[in-house]
C-alpha cells in the first residue's frame, strides 16, 4: 500500500519550471528597459539590468547543468 501511494503521489507531483521562468524574467526585463518612459526609465535603469544580469545567469546555468548530464 505505501510503494502504492508514493506512485501516485510521484505521478502527481507539480513541478515549478524553473528554467523557463528565468528566461521570461530577462526578456521582460530587458525590454522593459526599452519600453518605459525616460523619467521612470533613469530611475530605475540600473535595477533592471541587475535584475536581466540575475534571471540570464541563473537561466545560463540551469541550461549548462541540464546538457552536461
Known amino acids: 500500500m505505501d510503494e502504492e501511494l ?3 503521489k510521484r ?3 507539480f513541478t515549478i ?3 523557463q521562468i528565468c ?3 530577462t526578456l521582460c526585463f530587458g525590454l522593459a528597459s ?3 518612459p525616460a523619467g521612470i526609465n533613469s530611475a ?4 533592471l539590468y541587475a535584475l536581466t544580469a540575475i534571471s540570464f ?3 545560463y546555468t540551469q ?5 552536461k548530464a
Open 63 to 67: 541550461r549548462r547543468a541540464r546538457l
Open 11 to 13: 505521478q502527481r507531483t
Open 34 to 36: 526599452f519600453v518605459l
Open 57 to 59: 545567469y541563473v537561466w
Open 23 to 25: 528566461l521570461i524574467a
Open 44 to 47: 530605475v535603469n540600473w535595477v
Open 17 to 19: 519550471p524553473w528554467k
Open 6 to 8: 508514493l506512485a501516485w
